[in-house]
């Protein structure tokens, strides 16, 4: 079968999650990469293709620093062949740099310690530092908190959960207000995440 067919759908993968994604088709039998969607390595078609694919590596997700530019990588590489001749290999290269930014700087604020200051000075600051985190999140996701469907929201939920945020008194009521959801369903996701925590 030839690489072709998946063409549209490497495209299609490669515009809907630009600029952290890079699909590549590799020539096994050349090892030149024939086609490329992204610019996260910085290869060409024609190139030779630079990752040393080992057949232990096929389908399972693996981790590398890109030298040019020192980003993290997950990337997962899948043989195209149906009949198992290994013609051809696509590989999904995705930026875990900018979520690991996004983790960081969520955790600073939630777990930056500072001085003993007044209770409602203090409350203020974390409405203000949580009102801030949740607009970094968004504006990394290019979502906007008007339009926001209910699996961004849980997925804007489970970020602030992983980083301490309802260890703040009363945040899941603050948070429900700002994301307009029930509590109810804050304190369902809180449940199954805490869960899977034990």
């Given at each position: 079968?030839?690489f072709?067919v ?6 299609a993968l ?7 994604i ?7 039998k ?5 086609f ?15 990752q040393?694919?080992?057949d232990?590596?096929?389908g399972e997700?693996?981790?590398?620093q890109l030298?040019?530019?020192?980003k993290i ?17 696509l ?17 600073q604020?939630?777990?930056n310690?500072?001085?003993p200051?007044?209770?409602?000075l ?36 489970e ?21 307009s ?14 869960r899977?925590?034990?």
């Open positions: 079968m030839s072709q998946y063409i549209p759908l490497c495209t490669g515009k809907l999650i630009s600029p952290l890079e699909v590549i088709i590799c020539d096994l050349s090892n030149k990469i024939v490329i969607e992204g610019n996260l390595s910085g290869q060409k078609i024609g190139e030779s293709f630079l040393d694919v080992r232990y590596q096929v997700v693996i981790n590398f030298n040019h530019s020192g990588i997950r990337s997962i590489n899948v043989l195209l062949d149906e009949s198992g001749e290994k013609n051809f290999l590989c999904l290269n995705f930026d875990v740099s900018v979520l690991n930014q996004i983790q960081s700087l969520v955790s604020f939630f777990n310690p500072s001085q200051e007044p209770k409602e203090l409350k203020n600051d974390w409405h203000e530092r949580l009102h801030l985190v949740i607009h970094e999140l968004l504006h990394s996701y290019g979502w906007s908190l008007t339009t926001l469907t209910n699996g961004q929201k849980k997925q804007v939920v970020a602030l959960f992983k980083n301490g945020a309802f260890n703040q008194k009363n945040a899941a009521d603050y948070i429900a207000k700002i994301l959801m029930g509590r109810a369903t804050i304190f369902n996701y809180l449940r199954e995440w805490r899977n925590e034990n």
